[in-house]
């Protein structure tokens, strides 16, 4: 299950931030998910549950954007809608295309906590 050690690569990215910051914990991460990526949504659900603990992470609010996938056809350059990464032109049938968008997998947000001056 690649979505673990995804889920760890994001809380060390996370955690080096808010040390950066000061911050204390952080309350809420935002994620774009390309719909074509390799990301389970359940398994990335059930890893990010489990790797989360004892993180700055743990409790904080996760916000998934789920980005639809897009290709250009290699053979005609019509841009579709894509559902799969195989998916056939709907113009010319055609199963060459280049990816434009859906692959991606992106912190898009991180709400911090700062650190209470005594």
Known sequence: MHELSIVLNIVEIVEKEAFKAGAESVS????????????????????????????????????????????KCSECDTLFEMNELYDPCPECGSF???????????IKSIRIEERLET
């Open 28 to 71: 809420a991460i935002e994620l774009d998910i390309g719909k074509l990526s390799t990301i389970e949504p359940a398994a990335f659900e059930f890893a990010w549950k489990h790797g989360i603990r004892d993180s700055v992470l743990e409790m904080s609010q996760l916000k998934m954007n789920y980005i639809s996938g897009r290709g």
């Open 96 to 106: 060459f295309s280049e990816i434009m968008e859906g692959k991606e997998m992106n």
